[in-house]
């Protein structure tokens, strides 16, 4: 195997100062901040198809960075991609990766041709986790790409196109299982629809809830004991997807009962696309228990579809960083990076300036939640705000002492209400938050 990257060593840490573009200036691995590594905290992937496929194509255009790894054998290229994802991830001290299916490896003739490649593939992978000790995150497989899928996977109105998704499903969580994977994603796709005129949707909600629960009971059986995942996002490829938004999918998994074994994959994007922000999604997971796993990205505001773009905003790392530090941090779950590099980045350099960037944000980011967190002042504002919660009528509510009868008479006493109400201090509370971070 030759080298793909020469010229580009080791990337470490060398601090803020740095003027090196090739360095880390706020990601510190061994930094231990809130009690872990920052290694250990973060757990950063690299994703296997922008990284390594993403050749710049978009609606408009064709490809503009060459991703063939310098082979054109099929074959030859998915064995060269491995090689140059490990060297990629060893470069950056990343420790784990994510996949669909077919990023790995390519359809061929058939599914049981296809099938036989993916296993070679993943021995392959298997051999270079053995040497490196690099891990997967999470597996999934691609069923939205190729035609058989136009209307769909487990929401098609074609059973047999069902049967098709069920079974590449099945062997992509056994490659998940086979690289150890202690995660595995569904991405709607296609599970939606563009019109209600031609549309089943009570069938096609079904149906998707009947293909989730025979993976997790496939998973099961297979020793899989990791997270099963659902990303949400609202739309794009279709008008309207199932699995809007968080708290869309949390009323799918309760009414199906598969709430026990799933949780949320959440991407800065896609919570975007959804008008909510990245810290709300987020909030919505935890605090109902499917804090899982995060797509580490961001989109455009002022464009209305998927960019996935590095993330580079640390106000919103910063505030993902706070809600994964109060969810006590990840457990099977990271930060994939679900990026891709501009259009016009388009040199292998790029890619290692992308995740650089990336990287260093969610370093800050998690550096100024700590320091949001040991500060103290928005979390103490937080709770004198809902302090009569506490004690007398609001202890009483909450304890289910009272009913509109008991509450009737304490208002009625009580008068108006208006001189008990404090000032919410968003103002006051977005300063602080510039304060800690503009101190450090």
């Known amino acids: 195997m030759g080298e793909f990257f020469k010229g580009i060593g080791k990337i470490g840490y060398e601090g803020r100062d740095s003027a090196n573009p090739l360095a880390f200036k706020y990601y510190d691995p061994d ?3 809130g009690g872990k590594t920052m290694r250990e905290q973060l757990r950063f992937a690299l994703s296997w198809w922008h990284t390594m496929g993403g050749d710049g194509t978009d609606m408009f255009g064709v490809g503009t960075a060459d991703k063939t790894w310098g082979e054109s054998d099929p074959a030859a290229r998915a064995k060269a991609k491995v090689d ?6 060893d470069k950056l001290s990343i420790d784990f990766f994510c996949f669909h299916d ?20 993943t021995d392959y992978i298997k051999a270079k986790q053995a040497e490196t000790g690099i ?4 597996g999934t497989a691609k069923c939205f790409d190729h035609p058989r899928y136009m209307h769909g996977a487990g929401t098609s109105p074609s059973a047999d196109v069902f049967a098709y998704a069920a079974a590449q499903i099945k062997k992509a969580i056994e490659a998940t299982v086979k690289l150890g994977g202690n995660g595995y994603v569904f991405w709607g796709g296609r599970e939606g629809y563009e019109t209600l005129l031609n549309t089943n949707m009570g069938l096609e909600l079904d149906n998707m809830a009947r293909l989730m629960r025979m993976a997790v009971e496939y998973g099961r059986s297979i020793g899989f004991k990791g997270d099963f995942y659902i990303e949400p996002k609202p739309k794009e490829p279709t008008k309207h997807q199932y699995d809007f938004d968080t708290a869309t999918v949390l009323g799918f998994l309760r009414k199906y009962g598969l709430d026990k074994d799933f949780r949320m994959n959440i991407e800065a994007n896609h919570a975007t696309l959804a008008q909510h922000t990245f810290q709300h999604e987020l909030r919505v997971a935890r605090d109902n228990g499917f ?9 455009d505001p002022l464009l209305g579809w998927d960019t996935d773009q590095f993330p580079t905003n640390v106000y919103d790392a910063a505030l993902c960083m706070y809600e994964v530090l109060k969810a006590g941090g990840f457990t099977n779950g990271g930060l994939n990076f679900d990026s891709k590099a501009r259009r016009g980045s388009f040199t292998p350099e790029d890619i290692f300036h992308s ?14 939640a700590q320091k949001m967190i040991d500060d103290g ?7 004198d705000r809902y302090s009569s919660w506490n004690t007398g009528i609001g202890k009483d509510i909450i304890d289910g002492k009272v009913g509109f009868a008991e509450l009737e008479k304490y208002a009625l006493e009580k008068g108006e209400v208006t001189d008990s109400l404090g000032s919410g201090r ?6 602080i938050m510039n304060n800690i971070m503009f101190s450090m």
């Open 426 to 431: 968003q103002e006051m509370l977005e300063s």
């Open 31 to 33: 930094e231990v901040i």
């Open 355 to 368: 995740y650089i960037a990336g990287m260093d944000t969610f370093a800050l980011g998690l550096r100024i």
């Open 102 to 121: 077919r990023d790995l490896s390519p359809e061929y003739g058939s599914l049981a041709e296809t099938n036989a490649k993916l296993d070679e593939i």
């Open 84 to 89: 140059a994802a490990f060297e990629i991830m």
């Open 377 to 383: 002042r928005i979390d103490r504002f937080v709770a």
């Open 291 to 299: 804090f899982g796993s995060i797509d580490a990205n961001q989109g």
């Open 135 to 138: 891990k997967c995150l999470w």
